[in-house]
């Protein structure tokens, strides 16, 4: 096995998320709402990725926002951390150290870790500490394919409503995307796309379809940016989002859909022949 998979590190957390990307709090909405308000109202656009990169984690994960302020935050640093691989699967959580590092008692800490497990991405066993989740090639590929039949949902609508502002829109996100690759910057290209298909499902019109995509949760994220990191991945994807977007403006559906269909699983292929992923998952140590 690959060693992005091997060992468990005992992770006490240096800074995983750079302050300018929080969210801003406001004082007059009630605190255990006031993050997702605040979520809710930020402007999607490219520079987004350069700020505030915690509203587009909460915008791609249904019912993940409106905790107490410093569990939301706890979340939002462990949730942005394991997306971007820097908590990889097997890292230990230590609470204690968690606890210390926010300044509060381990009750908020126990909080996010609860909605982390929740997630999928997080295992709390009994009387030991909790870790990041193992990954399983069926894991990926059942969350895989149930991305490729409703992104290409998404693309028909699209082509369908031909919304022409919205298309102009999505050539803006792809231009940050044009950049990231030209700096190979993985991480800003990673946010970027999850800003592009944001925007894209908001564009088709289809509000409950946004709901359904939003609702894959953090698992989804965490596999589409290790399938962006592989190497030879980004200029692949960016020349398939050219593509999709030529198709959109031309009307052209059965090319938008296969492009999509196509640029999804292309992602899955490219981790199942990475070898970074078991088939099964290994055996825990309480199982031995």
Known sequence: ????????????????????????????VPSGQARLAATLRVKLEPSIVDHNRRALLLLSIRDAGGRAPLAQEIFDEIAIAIVEGRLRPGDVLNSVDLARRFGTSRTPVREALAELERQGTVVIPPRRRPYIAQLTLKQIKDVYDLRASLNTLVSELIVARSPKEGIRELWRWYEALEEDVAGNKVDEYFWHNVGFRLVEARVAGNEELQ??????????????????????????????????????????????????????????????????????????????
């Open 211 to 288: 709901k359904i995509l939003a609702s894959f949760g953090l698992r989804t994220l965490q596999f589409r940016h290790l399938s962006l990191s592989l190497p030879g991945r980004l200029q692949r994807s960016l020349e398939d989002h050219r593509r999709l977007l030529v198709a959109y403006d031309e009307g052209d559906a059965q090319t938008a859909v296969a492009t999509t269909r196509s640029l999804i699983m292309l992602g899955y292929r490219a981790i199942e022949q990475s070898g970074l992923v078991p088939i099964e998952p290994p055996i825990a140590e309480e199982d031995l």
């Open 1 to 28: 096995m690959s060693e992005l998979f091997e060992g468990v590190s005992n992770v006490g957390f240096g800074s995983l998320v750079d302050p300018p990307h929080a969210l801003p709090m406001d004082p007059d």
